[in-house]
């Protein structure tokens, strides 16, 4: 069955970096786009970035644009959200989520999620 | 780039009713229209894709309908394990921006 499992986060400083991983498995993660997500604490939810099966362009939120960085390594079936320049703005749970379509560059609904990481930003 | 707006933001209603939630976009999205459903302290879930196909494994008193800038997501009965906060989310292109959620509750 799916499986979508993050983990890296935890408690940093304002301005400071954090990397996220999220291990896929039972499905073809490089025939799968891939998404995070994002929730703050009660609130909704919020897109953050996208990355093709193909990784030929990402995408990202204008929220994190310039300080985040999506990536993947299909030869360990992971996905990456690189986070930098931290503010507590960007405390949240932050989940993968994998796109419905395979081998589709565009992006489509989101049909299996992790469970989340948290991440807090906080002084 | 386009907003998703739902109303209402919070509805309370009966077992057996039928409820209507309701999801624009500020511009067209052909039917690039999905809703979830996350229940308290658990992980979003896929119900409806293509703006009214139901997800694999959806009880079929879940609907969607609307194309363009209107959708609407049907409960033909309400039932106690439906109670949860609803999205809407566009898809048609980058951002995939959700709407701000709708909280279904039990009165």
């Known amino acids: 069955q799916v499986q979508l499992v993050e983990s890296g986060g935890g408690v940093v400083q304002p301005g400071g970096s954090l990397r996220l991983s999220c291990a896929a498995s039972g499905f073809s993660f490089s025939s799968s786009g891939m998404h995070w997500v994002r929730q703050a604490p009660g609130k909704g939810l919020e897109w953050v970035a996208f990355?093709?099966?193909?990784?030929?362009?990402?995408y990202y939120a204008d929220s994190v644009k310039g300080r985040f960085t999506i990536s993947r390594d299909n030869s360990k079936n992971t996905l990456y959200l690189q986070m930098n320049s931290l503010s507590t703005d960007d405390t949240a749970v932050y989940y993968c989520?994998?796109?419905?379509?395979?081998?589709?560059?565009?992006?489509?609904?989101?049909?299996?999620w992790g469970h989340g990481t948290l991440v807090t930003v906080s002084s | 780039d386009i907003q998703m707006t739902q109303s209402p933001s919070s509805l309370s209603a009966s077992v057996g009713d039928r409820v209507t939630i309701t999801c624009r976009a500020s511009q067209g999205i052909s039917n690039y229209l999905a809703w979830y459903q996350q229940k308290p302290g658990k992980v979003p879930k896929l119900l409806i894709y293509?703006?009214?196909t139901l997800q694999s494994g959806v009880p079929s008193r879940f609907s969607g309908s609307g194309s363009g800038t209107d959708f609407t997501l049907t409960i033909s009965s309400l039932q106690p394990e439906d109670v949860a906060t609803y999205y809407c989310?566009?898809?048609?292109?980058?951002?995939?921006?959700f709407g701000q959620g709708t909280k279904l509750e039990i009165k």
């Open positions: 990355l093709p099966y193909d990784g030929s362009k990402k």
């Open positions: 989520a994998k796109d419905c379509l395979r081998n589709w560059n565009y992006g489509s609904s989101f049909d299996y």
């Open positions: 293509a703006a009214s």
């Open positions: 989310q566009k898809y048609n292109s980058a951002p995939f921006t």
